[in-house]
């Protein structure tokens, strides 16, 4: 079941006493009838919503979000504390261990900061590439040498599509400085899903992978002037304007402007940098190339935070 609204309004509505929630214009309608008439169904109505997306955390203190349908829930990178991440999830009104799985996308600190404490409580399939697992391990072995263990590690290739319950999932290479990142698609019940944070530029294949998504998460790292005039010591500020580091306002906005098929009625701005950007900039400049041919209508711009869940996305 789901509900598809290109270029009309959206409605916020708060419907389980919990985090507020973004709903289609269509769907709060159908919902608001269907709580009127039934009360008692809500929570019914609500499972059977179809596919969701929840930012959890996004930026570099850690990074985590949650793609579900309606009968499985998936865990993209673990960056925060286990404990934060439970947290984040019940203020959503979400059961951590209802997650059916954890998809991690590099072994960089603020993609897997909570990973071996959540693998460990959950025991659910942890996915990652072979050469993030070997990067990941080889990162946290302890005193004597000894690497950490994933009771239920499964391994994916760049390029191959596995399923996870209902969700069929794709993930894509990206051009950042770890073992092997990946970007990830995720199909179910008609509804495409796309993340690619965490890439210096966004090649041509990349762009191919994000065509047709309802929900596009995407990186808008910071602004090229807050980067050269700020803090960063300069090696740094190379390595995040390089083509291995991270994506810049300006190369999101060129991306909108160029080869963006607006077909996300949700585009979300993701792992902003908060020494070098800023929400409002980000947003605008998104906007700004969004209206250029014309796809500010039908697409919703919203910012994931470092510091709060983003409310859910429902479609
Ligand atoms: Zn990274
Ligand atoms: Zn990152």
């Not at 829930?73 to 504390?81: E, F, H, K, N, Y």
């Not at 179910?188 to 796309?194: D, Q």
Request: proline residues 4%.
């Amino acid at each position: 079941m789901r509900w598809r609204v290109r270029g009309a309004r959206f409605a916020r509505g708060r419907t389980n006493g919990s985090a507020p929630t973004w709903f289609g214009a269509d769907s709060a309608k159908w919902l608001a009838t269907k709580v009127t008439r039934d009360p008692q169904g809500l929570r019914i109505c609500l499972q059977a919503m179809g596919v969701s997306v929840s930012m959890l955390a996004s930026g570099s203190r850690g990074n985590c979000a949650l793609v579900a349908s309606s009968s499985t829930r998936i865990l993209v990178d673990a960056g925060i504390s286990c404990r934060e991440t439970f947290k984040r999830l019940k203020t959503l009104g979400e059961d951590p261990h209802s997650l059916s799985a954890v998809l991690i996308t590099h072994e960089h600190c603020d993609h897997v900061y909570g990973l071996a404490t959540l693998a460990k409580k959950l025991r659910i399939p942890i996915f990652m590439t072979g050469a993030t697992h070997q990067a990941w391990s080889r990162a946290l072995r302890d005193e004597n040498g000894e690497r950490p263990r994933l009771e239920k590690f499964e391994r994916f290739e760049s390029g191959h599509t596995f399923q996870v319950g209902d969700i069929a999932v794709k993930p894509f290479t990206i051009p950042h400085d770890a073992a092997d990142p990946v970007g990830f698609t995720f199909r179910a019940e008609g509804i495409k899903v796309g993340i690619a944070t965490d890439l210096g530029y966004i090649p041509v294949s990349v762009k191919d992978h994000l065509r047709g998504c309802d929900v596009l998460i995407v990186e808008s790292n910071h602004d090229l002037e807050m980067l050269r005039v700020g803090p960063y010591p300069w090696s740094v500020k190379q390595r995040v304007m390089s083509r291995v580091g991270h994506l810049s306002n300006v190369a999101l906005a060129d991306f909108f402007t160029s080869d963006y098929d607006n077909s996300a009625t949700f585009v979300v701005l993701a792992h902003l940098s908060e020494q070098n950007n800023h929400p409002e900039i980000a947003r605008r400049e998104a906007e700004r190339a969004l209206a250029t041919r014309g796809g500010l209508f039908m697409n919703r711009v919203l910012l994931a935070s470092q510091t709060e869940a983003l409310e859910p996305i429902r479609l």
